[in-house]
């Protein structure tokens, strides 16, 4: 009975020492006791004291049976004690190949060969090494894949228990890990490499700051870390677009949007910022984190494209579009600050320096220009170039608004009249400028440019270098002038137009010696309209082009019935020198009408001359070659005209008729005398228009004068009166020719 009681008494000691080892066993394997455990546990406590004795055996069998790892135990001789299932599944062995008694060896030659032939000899290896024992684990690959993890433990009187656990899953899990942790590393690393990386706490402390972030910045990173991020504030963003910021971080959201730093030197530079709010457990942010692109270079090229849209390239002042629109904005801001003027500037003379000096020149005599403008100007005043030589100013005009802005129109007018210093010549111009007033004579920039262009017309009108103010009788002559233009059109297309010719008189013999062919305009409605009332309007418009075409082509088409001896004097106008075409024009004339080349004059103003002088000098020559005799018409009036006689081949020169009305007082008999010693000097004729008494033709005539023109002799009077009073009542009407004059002409032009 006491034998009894101590093998019973070393079985349940046994079993509980196997039961607490596959107990932690388990625990460390992160695995819970199953529920044949606990039952045994149980029935071992309990039947330790119970009057039937249990199976130890079984209860053993079972204990080592639950245990989810394989488990198998070694006598001293290393012959197997019990082993569970989940050994032999492991391994692909059956219940007699893992019997009790069974040796190490016997388990490997009979079915251990899911090891590979290396990895068996490792495996025998940790077996027989005494030094393998204890509670690290032996780790082994099979063929098929799998890793096992086995561990051995000695039991005291000799023996071990070896357990094996299948951790291939715990290993996949542990390379899918650390594959993602490299990949998430190597993402890291090409993020820090590409943007700007910083870290805040929410109360916008720097925790953490890239390479990229220092060296945009220009901090050293320990420079950066614990102050706050305004370190880094440039003040080019108003206080809203943070509070902005700050709202949507603190709600949980990503914020995105483009922000101007300042660099420690003192640099703006742009980032394309994404701030994504780190949270913490409650759902709050407890982080920041900031990822940023450098787009300074984008924002750079952005502002050159911007100030290019809104500045002129020449001079760096607004443009039109531009000046309008800031014009627009600042009266909307201070609609109560009273009013504003616009002073619109053009440029007296510009073309001519262009022309002389080339465009090089002109454009630097824009660029001074604008610098003087822009140093009269307040720092509260809009200056733009407009275009070519024009320029404009908007500005604030305070209470006496008209008094001040007249004063800003005498400092640039006294501002341009100081010589410039252009490619080494010294270089004068004037302005003219129009002016005109917000809100008084107009409500928007666009309406108050057009008063100041009415304005500036005016001055120009006037004789230029000089300012106006607009007034509404500006706008009413430029509507009269549109009325004009329309009727123009319209008589061009209808055939209203008449030409009336008025006689020239030798001199000495007081025969009609030439007529100059005069244009008048019949109205349907208003009937005969003098040409002082539409040739400036035609002039103004380039009507003048179709109607100078008009008047040659018909004058001399009458002037071919004349007698052969008297000839046709026509008016060509300076824009019609300036086409060009002016040789061809008189060319297809001749030929179509048949009149002889030497019995056609042309009248040239000086106001013709003054531009392009080398291709007006060739057209002169041309028109000489072909037997056209020259007049220079107004001799006296302009600036030039002694050098205009003598640079030009002229034939004739035309005094002024007001010279001939005044030619009692002695500077204008003085002028006279001048200009009839020049004619002969040069060895050409003169002529006197505008005479009305006998006592001016008298003196006239005493004075050398060649030929006469005036109301004295014949008002303008058209072919048929003009052919009645010089008896050439057998002339065709209409300027019809006889075939022989025809011939004669032609005949005349093939000589040439």
Request: glycine share 8%.
């Amino acid at each position: 009975m006491k034998t009894f009681d101590r093998v019973r008494e070393c079985s349940v000691a046994i079993a509980l020492g196997l039961l607490v080892l596959a107990a932690v066993l388990g625990l460390q394997a992160g695995i819970s006791l199953s529920a044949a455990v606990l039952a045994l546990a149980a029935a071992i406590v309990t039947g330790a004291g119970a009057a039937r004795r249990p199976d130890w055996r079984e209860l053993l069998n079972r204990a080592i049976g639950s245990t989810p790892v394989g488990l198998c135990l070694f006598d001293s001789n290393l012959r197997v004690i019990t082993s569970n299932e989940q050994f032999a599944a492991m391994y692909g062995l059956t219940g007699a190949q893992v019997r009790p008694g069974s040796t190490f060896r016997d388990i490997l030659g009979n079915g251990l060969t899911s090891f590979g032939a290396l990895q068996r000899l490792d495996y025998i290896d940790d077996f027989v090494r005494t030094d393998r024992v204890g509670p690290d684990p032996a780790v082994h690959e099979l063929c098929d894949g799998r890793i096992i993890s086995v561990s051995r433990h000695a039991m005291a009187g000799g023996g071990l228990v070896e357990i094996h656990r299948d951790i291939t899953n715990e290993r996949l899990a542990e390379e899918r890990a650390n594959l993602a942790m490299q990949a998430l590393l190597e993402k890291q690393y090409a993020i820090d490499q590409a943007v700007i990386v910083a870290i805040t706490d929410v109360k916008g402390i720097i925790t953490y700051a890239n390479d990229n972030f220092c060296k945009i910045s220009e901090y050293a990173r320990e420079e950066l870390i614990g102050q706050n991020h305004r370190l880094l504030k440039s003040g080019a963003h108003g206080k809203e677009l943070f509070q902005d910021m700050y709202r949507c971080l603190a709600n949980g959201h990503v914020w995105r949007g483009e922000i101007c730093n300042r660099s420690k030197s003192g640099r703006l530079y742009w980032v394309d910022t994404v701030i994504t709010p780190q949270l913490g457990a409650e759902g709050k942010p407890i982080s920041y984190m900031a990822i940023r692109v450098d787009i300074t270079a984008r924002k750079e090229a952005e502002a050159k494209l911007s100030f290019a849209a809104r500045h002129d390239a020449l001079t760096g002042l607004l443009n039109r579009s531009a000046l309008v629109a800031e014009a627009k904005a600042a009266w909307q801001a201070d609609a109560q600050a009273g009013c504003f003027s616009v002073h619109l500037l053009d440029l007296d003379g510009f073309k001519g320096i262009n022309d002389t000096l080339g465009h090089n020149a002109g454009d630097d005599l824009l660029k001074q220009v604008a610098s003087r403008l822009r140093s009269l100007a307040g720092d509260a005043d809009l200056v733009a170039r407009l275009g070519g030589d024009e320029f404009a100013i908007i500005s604030p005009a305070g209470v006496a608004a008209s008094a001040s802005t007249m004063g800003i129109g005498h400092l640039i007018v006294e501002a341009m009249t100081e010589p410039f210093e252009v490619d080494h010549h010294k270089v004068n111009i004037s302005a003219s400028i129009g002016i005109a007033l917000y809100p008084n004579q107009g409500s928007t920039p666009e309406d108050l440019l057009k008063k100041a262009d009415l304005a500036l017309y005016d001055v120009k009108a006037a004789g230029r270098n000089g300012y106006r103010l607009y007034q509404p009788r500006m706008l009413e002559a430029v509507e009269a002038e549109k009325a004009v233009e329309a009727k123009l059109r319209t008589a061009l297309a209808r055939g209203e137009f008449e030409l009336h010719y008025q006689p020239i008189l030798d001199v000495a013999t007081r025969s009609t010696r030439a007529a100059e062919a005069l244009v008048r305009w019949r109205h349907p409605a208003d009937g005969l309209i003098p040409p002082a009332d539409f040739i400036p309007v035609a002039e103004h418009t380039g009507l003048i082009l179709p109607l100078s075409e008009w008047i040659i082509e018909h004058a001399c088409r009458d002037a071919a019935s004349w007698p052969a001896g008297m000839q046709l004097a026509v008016n060509v106008s300076a824009i019609q020198f300036k086409r060009g075409n002016l040789f061809d024009l008189v060319m297809r004339a001749l030929l179509q009408s048949g009149l002889s080349p030497h019995r056609l004059q042309l009248e040239v103003t000086e106001t013709a001359l003054l531009e392009h002088q080398a291709e007006q000098l060739h057209m002169f020559r041309k028109l000489k070659n072909l037997g056209v005799a020259l007049v220079l018409d107004d001799f006296g009036t302009g600036y030039s005209s002694v050098n205009y006689v003598t640079d030009f081949p002229f034939d004739k020169i035309k005094i002024d008729r007001s010279f001939v009305q005044g030619v009692h007082r002695r500077e204008c008999s003085a002028v006279i005398a001048s200009a009839v010693a020049l004619a002969k000097g040069l060895g050409i004729t003169i002529t006197a228009e505008g005479i009305e008494t006998e006592e001016q033709f008298g003196l006239l005539r005493s004075m050398g004068v060649d030929f006469a023109q005036g109301y004295l002799f014949s008002r303008p009077v058209p072919l048929e009166e003009l052919a009645a009073s010089q008896g050439w009542a057998d002339a065709p009407a209409g300027g019809m020719l006889d075939e022989g004059r025809r011939r004669g002409g032609r005949a005349a032009l093939g000589a040439i």
